[in-house]
Antibody
Framework: EVQLVQSGAEVKQPGATVKISCRVS????????MHWVQQAPGKGLQWMGC????????MYAEKFQDRVTITADMSTDTAYMELSSLRSEDTAVYYC??????????????WGQGTLVTVSS | QSALTQPPSVSGSPGQSVTISCTGT?????????VSWYQQPPGTAPKLLIF???NRPSGVPDRFSGSKSGNTASLTISGLQAEDEADYYC??????????FGGGTKLTVL
């Protein structure tokens, strides 16, 4: 059974940095890219970026490019998302999601349970 | 890049059918088959509903179907059930391999 288990809720002050983890089990970690998705309270889903655990290649959405770092640790089958210079608008639930691809398509087949990050002074 | 355009809400009675549209551009939805749909009941993580425009993962009822015409993808739910009440999101990859989500559609079963 595939499981993506994320770290617990965080409360951060404005200007701080948060790092969330996503530990994978049930498949070979290096086989699939890991993506991160933001969901602000009452809002929709927003793609942040992804990492390929096999070669550490990353891709980031323009909105987050200057503040986000996504990494993968193959020794522990864990992906990380670090967001810096936090502001109140970053208060959201953050999800990790495994991307699987066929010959012509890709989709987010498995999702973590989500991690709530609250930014407040 | 802008989010894909979905209607904010749709509704239907049990047993009826509803269709949710997802409009993009020739650089995303119209460009490839990497169009998917996700279901998110309140307070839960999204779940894959449709991949590759029209394919269902194992375990997803055949009441859910997807299609695409030009720059617009569609999700149709037939035989509506109370348990279908949720938010629905489309996604598409873009020409530069970024991912766009739709703004989301809230389905209310009357």
């Amino acid at each position: 059974e595939v499981q993506l288990v994320q770290s617990g809720a965080e409360v951060k002050q404005p200007g701080a940095t948060v790092k969330i983890s996503c530990r994978v089990s049930g498949y070979t970690f290096s086989d699939y890219q890991m993506h991160w998705v933001q969901q602000a309270p009452g809002k929709g889903l927003q793609w942040m970026g992804c990492v390929d655990p096999e070669d550490d290649e990353t891709m980031y959405a323009e909105k987050f490019q200057d503040r986000v770092t996504i990494t993968a640790d193959m020794s522990t089958d864990t992906a990380y998302m670090e967001l810096s210079s936090l502001r109140s608008e970053d208060t959201a639930v953050y999800y990790c999601a495994t991307e699987r691809c066929s010959a012509i398509s890709c989709s987010f087949d498995f999702w973590g349970q989500g991690t709530l990050v609250t930014v407040s002074s | 890049q802008s989010a894909l355009t979905q209607p904010p809400s749709v509704s239907g009675s049990p047993g009826q059918s509803v269709t949710i549209s997802c409009t993009g551009t020739s650089s995303d939805v119209g460009y490839n088959y990497r169009v998917s749909w996700y279901q998110q009941p309140p307070g839960t993580a999204p779940k894959l509903l449709i991949f590759e425009v029209s394919n269902r993962p194992s375990g997803v009822p055949d009441r859910f179907s997807g299609s695409k015409s030009g720059n617009t993808a569609s999700l149709t739910i037939s035989g509506l059930q109370a348990e279908d009440e949720a938010d629905y999101y489309c996604t598409s990859y873009t020409t530069n391999n970024h991912v766009l989500f739709g703004g989301g559609t809230k389905l209310t079963v009357l």
